[in-house]
């Protein structure tokens, strides 16, 4: 397969994960249930994972657990197993599938090679990757039940189809809607790097996470200064985002050893910033469109034990009902 070339830093850390805006009550007050650490169960799964030590968890929310996907004796959660001699890093692809249904698109969990940088190749291969994870629905006495699986990279190996057939293939499709997405994420860091650098105080971009939903675009940028930089989608003469508000987050941050997650499909709350440096989880929001602060922070430890972690990021199902009995959620 052609190859060309594209510029992509290896900042794309993100997915969704819910967090209760305040309070540490079992609901908030839209009747949302949350966890014990807050987390809005909402069907949703956090990843952890560690490329020096290999340690590679997911953390189910609604059922408070933990999963070696390592060691996963789930026939589902087999594929997600890191040898010892991998190396990886997260990468959320919101699938389209195709059409402009925005209520069809899905997150999906793509393990990339760690030394893949994006910058030598728009056409993502089958040899760039490890796995492709997501949710699989399936409908039992009218009710759907979602559970994790994830298909290994050799199940995207187009060498043997022929040139002529590609074009209708199912799997050839996927990693153009895949190559397109990563090409859209590229203009976003573009336009957020060039936000940061007219700053009065310029700052260097370590990871983002752009959320779009009825309301609109925000981005939410973590600069290598600690701070999290929190932008509107109003684009100017000079294609950067309007500058909204900014929360202190830690001191640094570094790039692949962080991750940034959206707080709720509606993003009424602000989003979750993870880094490996504190191995702290930090909870930043705004109320009723106040300024954006670390409104709680707790222990990764809290989560995954003695592990270790240097990314965090996570998915929810597509067209999960929050209303919806969370003891159906599978893994």
């Keep these: 397969m052609q190859k060309k070339s594209i510029l992509l830093s290896a900042l794309l850390l993100g997915a969704t994960i819910t967090f209760s805006g305040c309070g540490d009550s079992s609901s908030d007050d839209h009747g949302e249930e949350h966890n014990e650490l807050g987390i809005e169960q909402d069907g949703k799964t956090l990843f952890f994972y560690s490329s020096s030590t290999n340690d590679h968890f997911a953390y189910g929310v609604d059922e408070e657990k933990l999963e070696n996907l390592n060691g996963s004796d789930d ?21 389209n599938k195709g059409d402009d249904n925005a209520s069809n698109d899905e997150e999906k969990i793509v393990m990339f090679k760690k030394d893949y940088t994006f910058q030598t190749d728009v056409n993502v291969t089958h040899e760039d990757f490890y796995y492709l994870g997501h949710y699989h629905a399936q409908e039992e006495d009218g009710e759907t039940h979602y559970h994790l699986a994830a298909h290994t990279n050799e199940e995207f190996d187009l060498s043997n189809v022929p040139e002529a057939d590609l074009p209708t293939n199912p799997k050839y499709k996927g990693l153009m809607r895949l190559n397109a997405f990563i090409q ?93 440096t504190s191995q702290k989880l930090y909870l930043v929001d705004s109320h009723d469109g106040g300024i954006y602060h670390v409104h709680s922070t707790f222990e990764a430890s809290e989560i995954i034990g003695d592990a270790s972690a240097e990314m965090m990021t996570s998915i929810i199902p597509t067209g999960y009902e929050a209303d919806e009995n969370h003891d159906d959620h599978d893994h």
Aim: proline content about 1%.
């Design 184 to 276: 859209s994420q590229l203009t976003i860091q573009t336009n957020i790097e060039n936000s940061l650098a007219i700053l009065a105080t310029p700052a260097t971009l370590c990871g983002f996470k752009s959320i779009t939903n009825d309301t609109g675009t925000r981005n939410y940028a973590m600069g290598t200064d600690g701070q999290l930089y929190v932008f509107n989608n109003t684009l100017s003469a000079e294609n950067t985002y309007g500058y909204v508000d900014q929360a202190v987050v830690s001191e640094s941050c570094e790039e692949n050893k962080m991750g940034i997650s959206s707080v709720s499909h509606a993003d009424e709350n602000g989003v979750l910033v993870y880094e490996a």
């Design 75 to 95: 026939e589902d959660l087999a594929n997600f197993n890191m040898s010892a001699e991998d190396q990886g890093k997260f990468f959320i692809w919101v699938d």
